[in-house]
């Protein structure tokens, strides 16, 4: 299972609006072991923006704190790493097709 093979994975939904085929629950994980996993959400409403309830979703999930949310947000703060990249300052690659 893909649980087998990304035992560390994680996700976070910010903002998001979540249609009526996602349970309650959230998500499920398969595999041996699902400890490692981290799934995360902010402000999540359904199709008419109220606010879904996630008073049932899996221990595997939180909810984030604003500042939490922000911070995921920003794209310098999520793509950098040991380079401090940030992908608001590299120009725009334009790619072509070839007829």
């Known amino acids: ?3 087998d ?3 560390y994975s994680q996700v ?3 903002n998001c609006q979540m249609c009526p085929q996602v349970p309650p629950e959230g ?3 398969k595999g041996a072991d699902s400890s490692y996993l981290q799934f995360a959400e902010f402000h ?3 199709a008419q923006g109220n606010l879904v309830d996630v008073s049932r979703r899996l221990p595997t999930s ?3 704190t604003e500042a939490e949310a922000a911070e995921l947000s920003d794209p310098a703060k999520v793509f ?3 380079d401090n990249w940030d992908p608001r300052t590299t120009p725009a690659t334009v790619l ?3 007829p």
């Open 1 to 3: 299972s893909d649980l």
């Open 5 to 7: 093979r990304f035992p």
């Open 12 to 14: 976070a939904f910010i």
């Open 27 to 29: 998500w499920e994980a």
């Open 44 to 46: 999540s409403t359904d």
């Open 62 to 64: 939180r909810q984030l």
């Open 80 to 82: 950098a790493r040991h």
């Open 96 to 98: 072509k097709s070839n």
